[in-house]
């Protein structure tokens, strides 16, 4: 199947400093990916809709000035976390989905657990 | 609003079937699917219903009634493996994914 991976897996920062968190689809092209977010024991919430060569699409109640995404190819989407806070503390998803006739399916990356100090 | 309902948690034996059932209500639908989820990792993909009636792939088969807004994953010849978190999730318009909170699945020997 495809593949997606993200870069760091995991990363402590210091509160008030910025994380960039990658998001690569390494043998297919996504034009849209997705990314999440999941606090322990919860479900996956959806935070924004990446779209290659255009802003990000958010999902209410996120702040997309605090969450920074960009999809600058078919193959990349980056969410840059500004000005962290203990409470941003989390596990972030990204997933992908490629173009063809099992496009209903998405295809998730191993995460990224960032811990806010 | 949108909201898809599962029970939190269901323990079996091994070698048991084991249904874990979802209801939804949302504003737009175009599919429900199922994501396995173990400890620290990544979701991955179980199965997909976008129209009525039921999808089987090996152990694992999923239902879907539209007019019920209601969907199952029924789990057979369980292993101790399985135990996991499973989740379904409503596809909606753009190809976002709006997920349940999830079913802890405790498979015991």
């Known amino acids: 199947g495809a593949v997606v991976s993200q870069h760091p897996s995991r990363v402590i920062c210091k509160s008030g400093t910025s994380v960039k968190i990658e998001c690569r689809s390494l043998?297919?092209?996504?034009?849209?990916m997705f990314w999440y977010r999941q606090f322990p024991k919860q479900s996956l919430m959806l935070m924004a809709t990446s779209n290659e060569g255009s802003k990000a699409t958010y999902e209410q109640g996120v702040e997309k000035d605090k969450f920074l995404i960009n999809h600058a190819s078919l193959t990349l989407s980056t969410l840059t976390v500004t000005s962290a806070h203990p409470e941003d503390s989390s596990f972030y998803i990204c997933?992908?989905?490629?173009?063809?006739?099992?496009?209903?399916?998405?295809?998730f990356g191993p995460g990224t657990r960032l811990t806010v100090t | 609003g949108q909201s898809l309902e599962q029970p939190s948690e269901v323990t079996a034996v091994e070698g048991a079937i084991v249904q874990i059932n979802c209801t939804y209500q949302?504003?737009?639908?175009?599919?429900l699917s199922w994501y396995q989820q173990h400890d620290g990792g990544a979701p991955t993909f179980l199965s997909y219903?976008?129209?009525?009636g039921l999808e089987e792939t090996g152990r694992f088969s999923s239902f879907l009634s539209r007019s019920d807004s209601y969907g199952y994953l029924l789990l057979q010849e369980l292993q101790m493996k399985d135990s996991a978190s499973y989740f379904c999730a409503v596809r909606g318009p753009g190809g976002k994914l709006i997920f349940g909170q999830g079913t802890e699945l405790s498979v015991k020997p």
């Open positions: 043998d297919f092209q996504a034009t849209t």
């Open positions: 997933s992908a989905s490629d173009t063809g006739p099992s496009s209903y399916e998405q295809y």
């Open positions: 949302t504003s737009g639908f175009y599919g």
């Open positions: 219903n976008a129209l009525d």
